[in-house]
């Protein structure tokens, strides 16, 4: 699949200060648009994430016959068809970068008696699929895939499917997202055990959304839920919460430029989704969280972070799960850091938009930044000043992309990025924001690809 590369630089300059609202939760935004879509009545969502990610799972939800329409800027109206009520599509589903819309949908359709195939971009076809289609397949789904259990595949549902017990085998919130979702439309309980938690935002939405979900603690400290399917679910009013990852940036930027002080309204502060909060603390960062609130069972806040000496940690195996995706531009903060920063843990960073443990040791080489890697584990040498001066590949991966632009910001010579593009996967607006807070991210060439 062919697209348009953005190369684009970051230099430093002045110090970042304002106040800014990222774009709404991407986890959050995907899961709207699907528990709308089995909703019987209209789901109304303010704040949505307008990012090509979400873009691509709400035109899922439309092809399997659910009303998705935009009403206003981020604020959306799904008219839902009830659990049971999918419709096959008549043409593939285009997931483009959507890792996470693809696994949760094919959870949505497996238990429903119909056809759907599922493609997406070169990124994604190469992601494996396996740990998602393992337990769709013991409740009666078909697949029909490449090697490796990757894009393109094919999933036909049973007439009907079989409620399951299912074990995690490791941490991962997609995985036990697609069995919750496929246990909606399957009679009887379906128990998902989940031996580390993960973010919970599937479950937050089952019980907002109104079905029947028991939550429990077996003696093994195990996390035990329990859905009852056949259920029906009922519409809400969804306003999203800023995303935490993408706040990621701005507040490591802050940290690191000398002179910084900047304010990200709005945050999600989901406590499986704030293990960078904790790690950036640890390390003596000055952050602070003010107006705190809930909205939707979830709470949120205004974070505010301004620049620090900060200091090599350990972070442990066990916080991955609350933090996955903020490993990269935590790398950034560590490249700043006194001393070492050990990140343990981290083998799910090799199967994300790519090997993202590989792609930052690589930015990080090619900025003069001392650092060892291991098959699940990096770490980083800090020093106060960043020799930069390096262009990182990103392999299609927005968040590589986002990161090596936030060092560039605090390095002494300007950093690149082969290609900026895809940024608007999962975070439109970034460049205009910096811009906002004084950070100076340009655009250079273009070049078919």
Same mark, same amino acid.
């Given at each position: 699949?062919?697209?348009?590369?953005?190369?684009?630089?970051?230099?430093?300059?002045?110090?970042?200060?304002?106040?800014?609202?990222?774009?709404?939760?991407?986890?959050?935004?995907?899961?709207?648009?699907?528990? #709308?879509?089995?909703?019987?009545?209209?789901?109304?969502?303010?704040?949505?994430?307008?990012?090509?990610?979400?873009?691509?799972?709400?035109?899922?939800?439309?092809?399997?016959?659910?009303?998705?329409?935009?009403?206003?800027?981020?604020?959306?109206?799904?008219?839902?068809?009830?659990?049971?009520?999918?419709?096959?599509?008549?043409?593939?589903?285009?997931?483009?970068?959507?890792?996470? #819309?693809?696994?949760?949908?094919?959870?949505?359709?497996?238990?429903?008696?119909?056809?759907?195939? =599922?493609?997406?971009?070169?990124?994604?076809?190469?992601?494996?699929?396996?740990?998602?289609?393992?337990?769709?397949?013991?409740?009666?789904?078909?697949?029909?895939?490449?090697?490796?259990?990757?894009?393109?595949?094919?999933?036909?549902?049973?007439?009907?499917?079989?409620?399951?017990?299912?074990?995690?085998?490791?941490?991962?919130?997609?995985?036990?997202?697609?069995?919750?979702?496929?246990?909606?439309?399957?009679? #009887?309980?379906?128990?998902?055990?989940?031996?580390?938690?993960?973010?919970?935002?599937?479950?937050?939405?089952?019980?907002?959304?109104?079905?029947?979900?028991?939550?429990?603690?077996?003696?093994?400290?195990?996390?035990?839920?329990?859905?009852?399917?056949?259920?029906?679910?009922?519409?809400?009013?969804?306003?999203?919460?800023?995303?935490?990852?993408?706040?990621?940036?701005?507040?490591?930027?802050?940290?690191?430029?000398?002179?910084?002080?900047?304010?990200?309204?709005?945050?999600?502060?989901?406590?499986?989704?704030?293990?960078?909060?904790?790690?950036?603390?640890?390390?003596?960062?000055?952050?602070?969280?003010?107006?705190?609130?809930?909205?939707?069972?979830?709470?949120?806040?205004?974070?505010?972070?301004?620049?620090?000496?900060?200091?090599?940690?350990?972070?442990?195996?066990?916080?991955?799960?609350?933090?996955?995706?903020?490993?990269?531009?935590?790398?950034?903060?560590?490249?700043?850091?006194?001393?070492?920063?050990?990140?343990?843990?981290?083998?799910?960073?090799?199967?994300?938009?790519?090997?993202?443990?590989?792609?930052?040791?690589?930015?990080?080489?090619?900025?003069?930044?001392?650092?060892?890697?291991?098959?699940?584990?990096?770490?980083?040498?800090?020093?106060?000043?960043?020799?930069? #001066?390096?262009?990182?590949?990103?392999?299609?991966?927005?968040?590589?992309?986002?990161? =090596?632009?936030?060092?560039?910001?605090?390095?002494?010579?300007?950093?690149?990025?082969?290609?900026?593009?895809?940024?608007?996967?999962?975070?439109?607006?970034?460049?205009?924001?910096?811009?906002?807070?004084?950070?100076?991210?340009?655009?250079?060439?273009?070049?078919?690809?």
């Amino acid at each position: 699949m062919s697209h348009a590369t953005k190369p684009m630089t970051a230099r430093s300059g002045g110090a970042l200060s304002g106040r800014i609202r990222v774009p709404g939760d991407k986890s959050i935004s995907h899961r709207s648009l699907m528990f #709308g879509a089995l909703s019987v009545g209209e789901t109304q969502i303010e704040g949505l994430l307008e990012a090509e990610d979400v873009l691509s799972t709400g035109s899922a939800m439309r092809a399997l016959g659910a009303r998705v329409e935009r009403v206003g800027e981020g604020a959306w109206r799904v008219e839902g068809v009830g659990v049971g009520g999918l419709c096959e599509p008549d043409r593939v589903l285009d997931f483009g970068n959507a890792g996470t #819309g693809a696994r949760l949908t094919m959870g949505l359709v497996a238990s429903h008696a119909i056809t759907t195939t =599922f493609i997406g971009d070169a990124s994604l076809s190469r992601r494996p699929m396996g740990r998602v289609l393992e337990p769709l397949r013991e409740m009666g789904a078909e697949v029909l895939a490449r090697s490796g259990d990757r894009l393109p595949l094919t999933i036909r549902g049973p007439q009907t499917a079989l409620p399951i017990t299912y074990r995690v085998p490791v941490p991962s919130a997609q995985v036990k997202s697609a069995v919750l979702l496929a246990g909606l439309n399957a009679p #009887g309980i379906t128990t998902v055990i989940e031996p580390i938690a993960t973010r919970d935002h599937t479950e937050r939405m089952l019980l907002g959304f109104g079905a029947e979900l028991e939550i429990t603690q077996n003696e093994a400290g195990e996390r035990v839920m329990r859905l009852k399917g056949q259920c029906e679910l009922k519409p809400q009013a969804i306003t999203v919460p800023g995303d935490p990852s993408s706040a990621a940036f701005m507040i490591v930027a802050a940290l690191i430029v000398p002179g910084s002080d900047v304010t990200v309204e709005n945050v999600l502060l989901n406590p499986h989704r704030t293990g960078l909060f904790t790690t950036l603390r640890e390390m003596g960062a000055d952050l602070t969280i003010e107006n705190v609130r809930e909205t939707g069972g979830e709470k949120l806040g205004d974070v505010r972070a301004r620049h620090s000496k900060l200091k090599g940690v350990t972070v442990p195996a066990e916080r991955a799960p609350s933090m996955i995706d903020e490993y990269p531009v935590l790398s950034m903060a560590a490249a700043f850091a006194e001393g070492e920063t050990r990140m343990l843990g981290l083998h799910e960073l090799t199967v994300k938009e790519s090997d993202r443990l590989a792609a930052v040791a690589d930015g990080l080489a090619a900025n003069g930044v001392p650092h060892e890697k291991g098959p699940d584990w990096l770490l980083v040498r800090g020093a106060e000043s960043v020799a930069g #001066g390096g262009t990182v590949t990103t392999h299609l991966d927005h968040r590589i992309a986002m990161s =090596f632009l936030v060092l560039g910001l605090a390095s002494d010579k300007p950093v690149s990025v082969d290609d900026g593009a895809p940024i608007a996967t999962s975070f439109p607006g970034f460049t205009e924001l910096f811009a906002r807070l004084g950070g100076s991210i340009e655009t250079t060439t273009g070049a078919a690809a």
